[in-house]
């Protein structure tokens, strides 16, 4: 069965400070991996996506992240964090369609 | 990205009534929806596979009779939670698969229920 692992459930950055929020996920095969980006009572929205080739992907907003299969890992980061990028972060993997989501990490930023 | 609409945004209930919950996929023709549930600070959770012109497909450990999904169109699928009771509420959220072979799904802005 897949799953997906995020180790930190609340990470604080101060604005301007780097940021990566680890995602580790097990699947049988070949993973499709997702990054989505929820604000308090909102929907999803995807940051960025993994199908296949180049391992290190870009997104929205700056974000971007490194798919590591020795790893089983698929981290995101951004050199520069926002206050607006303060909200909750998932990582998802799937394939043919059914998503399994890991439990989300919170990010606050300190001005 | 596909624009994905939820309606209503948020309703309140008294237990033991039905409430139905729409999800609509604004700019392309949608075969594929799915309903997840998310509980306060949780992930989501996968509910239901919800196919137009067929039976939706449900997660273990999900009512059928009681979350009741209907994709009558390839841009609506409606999620009718039957006889609600207060630990129904919940953030439900939809998503859409925009046709074969894409393996993206857009999400939905969620549908907070609360019954009282």
């Known amino acids: 069965a897949q799953s997906v692992t995020q180790p930190d459930i609340h990470i604080t950055v101060s604005e301007g400070a780097s940021l990566e929020l680890r995602c580790n996920y097990s699947?049988?095969?070949?993973?499709?991996l997702f990054w989505y980006v929820q604000s308090p009572g909102q929907g999803l929205q995807l940051l960025l996506k993994?199908?296949?080739?180049?391992?290190l992907v870009q997104g929205i907003k700056g974000f971007e992240a490194e798919f590591k299969r020795s790893q089983s890992s698929f981290n995101l980061r951004k050199p520069s964090v926002h206050w607006s990028d303060a909200a909750e972060y998932f990582c998802a993997v799937g394939a043919y369609e059914k998503l399994t989501f890991g439990q989300g990490t919170i990010l606050t930023v300190h001005p | 990205g596909a624009v994905v609409s939820q309606h209503p945004s948020r309703v309140i209930c008294k237990s033991g009534t039905s409430v139905k919950i729409e999800c609509r996929s604004l700019d392309f023709q949608a075969t594929t929806m799915f309903w997840y549930r998310q509980f306060p600070k949780q992930s989501l959770m996968l509910m239901a596979t919800?196919?137009?012109?067929?039976?939706?497909?449900?997660e273990q450990g999900v009512e059928k009779d009681k979350f009741l999904i209907n994709h009558a169109s390839l841009t609506l699928s409606t999620l009718t939670v039957t006889s609600a009771h207060p630990e129904d509420s919940s953030f439900y959220i939809c998503?859409?698969?925009?046709?074969?072979?894409?393996?993206?799904?857009?999400f939905g802005p969620g549908t907070r229920l609360l019954v009282l």
């Open positions: 699947y049988g095969a070949t993973p499709y």
């Open positions: 998503s859409v698969l925009p046709g074969q072979g894409k393996e993206t799904q857009y």
């Open positions: 919800s196919n137009e012109g067929s039976k939706a497909t449900y």
């Open positions: 993994y199908f296949s080739g180049d391992t």
